[in-house]
């Protein structure tokens, strides 16, 4: 079980600073490659940014999880 957390952890490190790099800026990011340049006028943010923001939160709250669940495998074991 361990190991299986292990993994995902660093899985989703990995995947977590990749998603980070990929927002938006001030002056615009790595996302305007994919299309985050059009935007919608009625929202402020295009659906690939909205996307890619819900992405990083389920990536996060993984991320989160490992932490937690190592922590307490750690401390009882």
């Known amino acids: 079980?361990?190991?299986?957390?292990?993994?995902?952890?660093?899985?989703?490190?990995?995947?977590?600073?990749?998603?980070i790099l990929l927002h938006r800026g001030k002056g615009?990011?790595?996302s305007s490659m994919f299309?985050?340049?059009?935007s919608s006028s009625?929202?402020?943010?295009?659906?690939?940014e909205k996307n890619l923001n819900r992405?990083?939160?389920l990536t996060a709250a993984v991320?989160?999880?490992c932490i937690v669940a190592l922590g307490i495998l750690l401390?009882?074991?």
């Open 1 to 19: 079980m361990e190991l299986v957390l292990n993994v995902l952890l660093v899985l989703s490190s990995l995947i977590l600073i990749v998603l």
């Open 28 to 30: 615009g990011g790595l």
């Open 35 to 38: 299309g985050g340049a059009v």
């Open 42 to 48: 009625l929202s402020g943010s295009s659906v690939v």
């Open 55 to 57: 992405l990083t939160v």
């Open 63 to 65: 991320w989160s999880v």
């Open 75 to 77: 401390k009882a074991g």
